[in-house]
């Protein structure tokens, strides 16, 4: 099958007028999540300033696709995570979650962050369980299904260490069993593996993408790190730097799957993948970098 590549990607510029939320593929899917024209606006603690962190920004996930969002420390890709999650509210947009508006934390969604979340004083399966015990299911039930998702993980024997006694990648398995174990139809991804050292975050990643494969998910992964999410996706979209950051580019990950993350990397489809999103996002991380600076110098 020969594929045009070119055709395959928006072009980078006129993003904002020409909304990321209706890609060609998606018209075959029901949309799982959709931020549709949001601004996120703080205003500052001290004075009357304010400062607009997101602006105009609209992106759509499809039932079962594997998003990530990429751009420069600093723009605002927690604020958009935490957006979808309703743990924050924009100051103007939408949110749709299966078709509904969002008010609240949305329930159809499984969350994993950058910073440790487990309960330290609960072992390992009591964390997994944790959510179905809130949920009201009866103990010997959670447990017996906690157990079931610490062998899906590979943790299968560890139930009753605790967090302190298990490794940085053992625990981002846990979190990922605590997650998944829920069933949520949505997966919000905020840097959750950026702490674990590269061959510990390889596992992880082969890890995450082959439980999305069993039980396609969709998936709004976060992230700064570019390889990272060229060998996880189906599309990447890559946020300008701030303030009032929006898209700039969207590009579809045509590599084959199942993949494996260290070997894809090494493909000339990923290298080229590489180049032209790279090209795009150059600018916007020396800008992100040079605002950061600057705020260390004032
Ligand atoms: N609660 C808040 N109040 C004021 N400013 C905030 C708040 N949360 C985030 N910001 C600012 O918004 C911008 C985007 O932050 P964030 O979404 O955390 O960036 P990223 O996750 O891309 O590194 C940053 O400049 C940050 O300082
Ligand atoms: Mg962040």
């Not at 605002?76 to 509904?100: D, P, Y």
């Not at 990648?169 to 593996?193: C, H, T």
Request: with cysteine; glycine share 6%.
């Amino acid at each position: 099958m020969s594929v045009d590549h070119k055709a395959m990607h928006k072009p980078v510029s006129n993003v904002v007028s020409n909304p990321l939320h209706n890609p060609p593929h998606n018209t075959m899917h029901r949309t799982a999540l959709s931020l549709h024209n949001l601004t996120v606006t703080f205003a500052a603690k001290s004075s009357n300033a304010s400062y607009t962190a997101v602006k105009d920004t609209t992106l759509d996930i499809a039932d079962g696709e594997f998003v990530s969002v990429v751009g420069p420390t600093g723009c605002g890709k927690s604020t958009l995570l935490n957006i979808a999650a309703g743990l924050l509210r924009a100051s103007s947009g939408e949110v749709t979650v299966l078709g509904e508006p969002l008010s609240g934390i949305n329930t159809r969604a499984g969350y994993m962050f950058q910073a440790e979340s487990l309960m330290p004083w609960r072992s390992a399966r009591d964390n997994v369980m944790a959510g179905l015990q809130f949920r009201g299911m009866a103990r010997t039930d959670a447990i017996k299904r906690a157990e079931e998702w610490l062998e899906r993980v590979g943790l299968a024997g560890f139930g009753a260490h605790y967090p302190h006694q298990l490794s940085g990648g053992m625990r981002k398995r846990v979190a990922l069993a605590q997650m998944l174990i829920l069933d949520p139809k949505i997966m919000l991804m905020d840097e959750p593996f950026s702490a674990l050292d590269v061959q510990t975050r390889q596992l992880m990643e082969n890890e995450l993408l082959a439980l999305w494969e069993t039980d396609k998910k969709s998936v709004l992964f976060i992230t700064h790190d570019l390889e990272e999410a060229i060998s996880l996706s189906d599309r990447v979209i890559v946020l300008s730097a701030g303030p009032a950051t929006h898209p700039i580019g969207e590009f579809i990950i045509d590599l084959p799957r199942p993949r494996d993350v260290a070997e894809i990397r090494m493909t000339p489809r990923f290298l080229e993948l590489h180049e032209q999103i790279w090209s795009a996002m150059k600018q916007e991380v020396l800008k992100g970098y040079q605002q950061t600076r600057n705020k260390l110098v004032a």
